[in-house]
């Protein structure tokens, strides 16, 4: 080959190369500016999904009380524009399943009180639980608890230290549902059920069997929500009045007793009982109470003859006066807890929204009978005015149970729920890009905050995302 042919192959080799730079060059150029759109289009779609978790901190902070503005209210919820960037438009939805109608979904919050709180819960409500075993519950009770012997089908720290990735259990309460899955006897199928993008409606691929995740749903047409659809940790309701002020404790100082509101002789009934020594349970004890003074030291330390009150003389029988009319006042102004934040009760089942399965549960070694009285309660509800829902009064009031059923189940029941949990989604229709995430917010301290939130976006689209209108399950 010539000098010239030499040159030439020199320049058509070098074009070549720098042809194929050029390209490759090109190529990461569009794969960076492809990367750049989906992570700005996934940031995106967060911002959008945290636009809903505001929006139901924001319908909690104005009506928590106010069960048809957060339990179901797609005006609101569903399909909301977020914004428009002029390329796509961003919008979200708030999704759950729905009790009302199993296997449907509905676009609102959860009462968390219409779970059981499985930090607070005994061996008896445990093993209540309809889907719950004897494993799970030893095994649950020793994970929690602060001792190292073991029940019959638990586990304590040596079990969990042959395992091959051996781990350090709790000894204490759990900080959310899916650590259960730390827990021995406990997995997937147990936590969550068919459910596995917790959108609380039956998908195709969860039913059927085992030929698409999740492989443990058995194709039966039915809905298995999992113990999560019943657990909670987040449960708890401050020691304070609807008026937000302090109750007064029965068995602390009962200065400012006489202000509440409560007949006289409920008064002196109150100071007679604590003169002699005596405690309250729950203010519940006070309805159709009857006692007979023993001549004990009144609250002051003092000895007492005649009550404060001068209501007679040691010895003669006194009836606390508290019946249908008195008891929502009781209910709501007394308390048998400490005084402040360090009075909060954890763990109380809300008797306004729990449903049949949780109030058993609730319910089991306190009544004999506890899925009769449940199924009484839940049929009864919707048949009680909004004033009525305010306190656990209408159990009696509306003769669901007698006054002796409810002084043994009222310790475990509220009538008012301050921890919602939610499931949100921020989606583009546009471009088919977006993120869920779970919250839970807690009202008990006054203003809305966030104690739970994780991004379940790996879990899968829960919902149709074609736009305004189309919000259901996919």
């Known amino acids: 080959m010539n000098r010239r042919g030499t040159v030439l192959l020199a320049v058509l080799v070098l074009t070549a190369m720098a042809a194929m730079l050029a390209g490759s060059l090109m190529f990461r150029m569009r794969a960076e500016t492809a990367a750049a759109a989906n992570g700005a289009g996934a940031e995106q779609a967060y911002a959008a999904a945290m636009s809903g978790v505001e929006r139901a901190m924001a319908i909690l902070r104005t009506a928590a009380g106010d069960r048809e503005q957060w339990f179901d209210n797609p005006v609101l919820l569903s399909d909301q524009l977020v914004f428009d960037d002029g390329a796509a438009a961003w919008y979200f939805t708030v999704y759950a399943e729905n009790p009302d109608s199993p296997g449907t979904m509905r676009f609102g919050l959860t009462d968390e009180s219409g779970k059981l709180n499985l930090n607070v819960a005994d061996e008896r409500q445990l093993a209540a639980l309809p889907v719950m075993t004897t494993e799970q519950v030893d095994s649950l009770l020793d994970y929690r608890d602060p001792d190292s012997q073991p029940r019959p089908e638990g586990a304590e720290q040596d079990y969990y230290d042959r395992l091959a990735n051996p781990y350090l259990i709790k000894n204490g309460p759990l900080a959310t549902v899916e650590e259960l899955l730390l827990v021995k006897g406990f997995g997937a ?146 308390t048998t807890q400490p005084d402040g934040a360090r009075g909060a009760a954890f763990g109380r089942v809300n008797v306004n929204t729990a449903p049949v399965e949780v109030l058993t549960a609730a319910l089991t070694g306190a009544v004999d009978d506890a899925a009769s009285t449940a199924r009484r309660i839940v049929e009864a509800r919707t048949e009680q005015t909004d004033e009525d829902l305010q306190t656990t009064a209408w159990l009696y009031t509306g003769d669901v149970v007698d006054a002796d059923t409810f002084k043994k189940i009222a310790p475990f029941l509220t009538a008012h729920g301050y921890q919602f949990s939610l499931r949100c989604v921020g989606f583009s229709p546009a471009t088919g890009r977006f993120r869920a995430v779970e919250a839970v917010v807690d009202l008990g301290k006054g203003e809305p905050r966030i104690v739970y939130l994780r991004d379940i976006t790996r879990l899968g689209r829960p919902l149709s995302l074609a736009g305004p209108g189309s919000a259901r399950a996919p």
């Not at 999992?226 to 309701?237: A, H, N, Q, W």
Request: zero cysteines; charged letters at 25%.
């Open 189 to 334: 199928a147990a936590v969550y059920g068919e459910d596995a993008n917790l959108n609380g409606t039956l998908d195709p691929g969860e039913d059927d069997g085992d030929r698409s995740f999740p492989y443990h749903d058995n194709g039966d047409g039915q809905l298995d929500r999992g113990l999560k659809s019943m657990l909670t940790v987040f449960s708890y309701e401050p020691n304070t009045a609807s008026d937000g002020q302090n109750r007064i404790n029965l068995n602390g100082d009962l200065r400012g007793l006489e202000s509440v509101g409560l007949p006289e002789q409920t008064v002196r009934l109150i100071q007679a009982y604590r003169a002699d020594g005596n405690t309250f349970t729950h203010p519940a004890d006070l309805l159709e109470m009857t006692y007979r003074p023993q001549g004990g030291t009144d609250s002051s330390g003092g000895r007492r003859g005649r009550n404060r009150r001068g209501g007679g003389n040691a010895g003669q029988e006194l009836q606390s006066g508290v019946g249908a009319a008195e008891l929502a006042t009781v209910l709501d102004r007394l």
